[in-house]
């Protein structure tokens, strides 16, 4: 059982290139979720999907696109990279909306 | 407006002395209280999940209590290994927050022996 995963671990992209980083989990949840994390500050939502075939934006979503993929898959796209986007980016995942959500280990992304 | 606050924002304890992180949230309709253990380089590790005022929940050293204003972690006899960033997140009960988890921004732990 290996909980959330996370690919890449780590990226570095030039302003303007794209990338979707890949999330899945193996825990049968319905709900699954982006965040970004940045120095100094909380964890922020970009995007969530409370069951599959739903997304919805969060705290943060300019910038970003999500897909839903299945019930396990939940990817985040940057469709043209900027600096600001330079973040710790986790993936979470919860049974339903309203219970506790599991983290995956987070990709690096670095945008020069 | 800052949904949740923790202080302090560092705290360095020596092995064995005990103290206590703070949690401070103004979300309306409370739906639930979390707190979560964040290593360096990992994502955040789920403690405790709180839903009213007088609840605790409890995991070997650490003891989560809540009010209608706060929570604490509690942190008996600290070891080394405790040694961590705690986060704390609350979720919302109605119109804009309604489902959503606000994080703070943690208290980062550091336990010397």
């Known amino acids: 059982n290996a909980g959330v995963t996370q690919t890449p671990k780590f990226q570095v992209l030039k302003t303007g290139q794209s990338m979707t980083l890949q999330c899945a989990q193996d825990m049968n949840h319905n709900s699954m979720y982006w965040y970004r994390q940045d120095p100094g500050m909380g964890l922020r939502l970009i995007y969530y999907s409370a069951s599959e075939g739903t997304t919805d934006k969060g705290e943060v979503p300019n910038g970003y696109n999500v897909s839903r993929l299945n019930k396990r898959e939940f990817s985040l796209r940057l469709e043209s990279a900027a600096p600001s986007q330079t973040s710790v980016y986790f993936c979470?995942?919860?049974?339903?909306?309203?219970?506790?959500?599991?983290f995956g280990p987070g990709t690096r992304l670095t945008v020069l | 407006e800052d949904q949740v606050t923790q202080s302090p924002e560092a705290l360095r304890l020596q092995e064995g002395e005990s103290s206590s992180l703070n949690c401070s949230y103004t979300?309306?309709?409370?739906?639930?209280l979390f707190w979560y253990r964040q290593d360096p380089g990992k994502g955040p590790e789920f403690l405790f999940t709180l839903y009213s005022a007088g609840e605790e929940k409890e995991k070997e050293r650490l003891k989560a209590t809540l009010t209608k204003k706060e929570s604490f972690l509690h942190i008996t006899a600290p070891k080394p290994e405790d040694s961590a960033t705690y986060l704390c997140?609350?979720?919302?009960?109605?119109?804009?927050?309604?489902?959503?988890?606000?994080f703070g921004r943690g208290t980062q732990l550091t336990v010397w022996p």
């Open positions: 979470a995942s919860s049974e339903r909306s309203s219970n506790e959500q599991f």
């Open positions: 979300v309306s309709g409370l739906r639930g």
């Open positions: 997140a609350v979720r919302g009960g109605r119109g804009s927050t309604l489902g959503r988890l606000y």
